[in-house]
């Protein structure tokens, strides 16, 4: 049974300067995470999805699922206004190899219970025996997906949730209502509450700045010690300028928050390195 686990960062999506998506630095920057992670979640927030045509997400995750090594797990973020496009970019990320497809409730109009288990049960119908999560992020769906909702959910088949509420009460309700071996919790990454609450997956920005070798155990450990809150301001800075140079917000044919030139995408694989760097170093002092 797929389960997700380890670090499984969510993964920007470069643009070229007038719109369109950029290829050849996407190729780059799936090259130097596989492998360095135990996977990527594509198309979500940070990977511009909701901004994007089907036929530019499709493309995405060809080109991810092309370079991306063997061993590195792949979610798509399917999640669109209905279920009909949801379906249809589920079922491309399983024609072409993907592990897991995951979508935020139908957004733009507010929905009620009964609407949501319609659009989520439209969507396992079609997708049987392919791993299908609920990307629950309120602030950008426009509404809370409740408890009972999910646990509905779990009844008809999904895998589990990807959790970007950052709430930490909601989320030990869900390890204590939902969560088993059939059902799967994965959530942001906050002081390693959620590692002590059993949290298998972690799907954060922060997850980019760790590698495999690192790995999520050792990171929750080191958030015992006061990371990633408590870091150093050097390495503060260097976070803070990688996110910058991954959101650099530049409004482009539709596309605001879309790494533009080539330029932006090696500096930000140059920023991960070298704040993955300054983590290994940190490790080694806290915890040998």
């Known amino acids: 049974m797929f389960r997700l686990k380890g670090v499984i960062p969510p993964m920007i999506t470069p643009f070229t300067g007038d719109g369109k998506l950029d290829e050849k630095n996407l190729q780059k920057l799936v090259e130097y995470l596989s492998g360095k992670v135990e996977g990527l979640f594509i198309c979500g927030s940070y990977g511009c999805g909701p901004l994007m045509s089907l036929e530019e997400r499709r493309r995405t995750a060809e080109i991810v699922k092309k370079y991306a090594g063997p061993e590195t797990v792949i979610v798509v973020h399917t999640g669109t206004t209905n279920a009909r496009d949801t379906i249809e970019l589920s079922l491309h990320a399983r024609e072409i190899g993907c592990d897991a497809a995951a979508a935020v409730g139908p957004y733009y109009y507010k929905y009620k219970d009964l609407d949501l288990l319609r659009y989520y049960e439209a969507i396992l119908k079609e997708t049987k025996d392919f791993p299908f999560y609920a990307y629950h992020n309120p602030q950008f769906q ?11 959910l779990k009844d008809m088949g999904m895998s589990g949730i990807k959790d970007a509420t950052f709430n930490i009460m909601q989320y030990a309700a869900y ?12 959530a942001d990454f906050r002081d390693g509450v959620d590692g002590q609450l059993g949290r298998t997956g972690q799907i954060h920005d922060v997850a980019q700045f760790v590698d495999a070798e690192l790995g999520l155990e050792r990171l929750v450990r080191l958030s015992c010690h006061g ?4 870091l150093p301001a050097q390495l503060r800075k260097d976070i803070s300028d990688a996110r910058n140079v991954r959101l650099a917000a530049q409004c ?3 596309h605001p928050h879309g790494l533009r030139t080539k330029g932006n995408v090696e500096r930000l694989i140059r920023q991960l390195s070298l704040v993955s760097g300054v983590l290994h170093d940190i490790e080694r002092g806290v915890l040998d």
């Open 252 to 254: 482009v044919s539709g």
């Open 142 to 152: 426009g509404y809370e997906t409740s408890l009972e909702v999910f646990r509905q």
């Open 227 to 230: 990371l990633p809150i408590h």
């Open 175 to 186: 390890q204590r209502e939902l969560a088993d071996e059939a059902f799967d919790i994965a």
